[in-house]
């Protein structure tokens, strides 16, 4: 199985740190970036072993027929990545096209 993330993801995630840093949600940079670290590294190796669910409709603009699943990192917060499931020869290819959190997104996935 494999984890692919959408270059617009990538970029997100490089930006984060500094989103993190700046707003103090950690008081160094190496802080943030183990954090980012650790939290991209959970999505690579667990996104395949989790469970998911269809994601609402609201999430089409970032790709039809998604999937997502979560990843707390903290007791405030909860991760949510949107992906797209594909068979390529005899591989399974998790494509991820969206990340964010619940202090953004929450209220779209309430049902």
Same mark, same amino acid.
């Given at each position: 199985?494999?984890?692919?993330?959408?270059?617009?993801?990538?970029?997100?995630?490089?930006?984060? /740190?500094?989103?993190? &840093?700046?707003?103090? %949600?950690?008081?160094?940079?190496?802080? *943030? $970036?183990?954090?980012? #670290?650790?939290?991209?590294?959970?999505?690579?190796?667990?996104?395949?072993?989790?469970?998911?669910? /269809?994601?609402?409709? &609201?999430?089409?603009? %970032?790709?039809?027929?998604?999937?997502? *699943? $979560?990843?707390?990192? #903290?007791?405030?917060?909860?991760?949510?990545?949107?992906?797209?499931?594909?068979?390529?020869?005899?591989?399974?290819?998790?494509?991820?096209?969206?990340?964010?959190?619940?202090?953004?997104? *929450?209220?779209?996935?309430? #049902?």
């Amino acid at each position: 199985m494999t984890v692919l993330f959408l270059p617009e993801v990538e970029e997100y995630i490089y930006e984060l /740190i500094d989103i993190l &840093y700046k707003k103090n %949600y950690f008081g160094f940079r190496e802080s *943030a $970036s183990m954090y980012v #670290n650790d939290l991209v590294q959970d999505i690579s190796f667990n996104l395949p072993s989790k469970v998911k669910k /269809i994601a609402p409709s &609201y999430f089409d603009r %970032y790709g039809s027929n998604m999937y997502y *699943a $979560s990843f707390r990192k #903290n007791r405030n917060t909860m991760w949510y990545v949107f992906f797209n499931i594909y068979k390529y020869d005899n591989d399974t290819i998790f494509f991820v096209r969206y990340l964010s959190n619940n202090h953004v997104i *929450a209220q779209y996935l309430l #049902n």
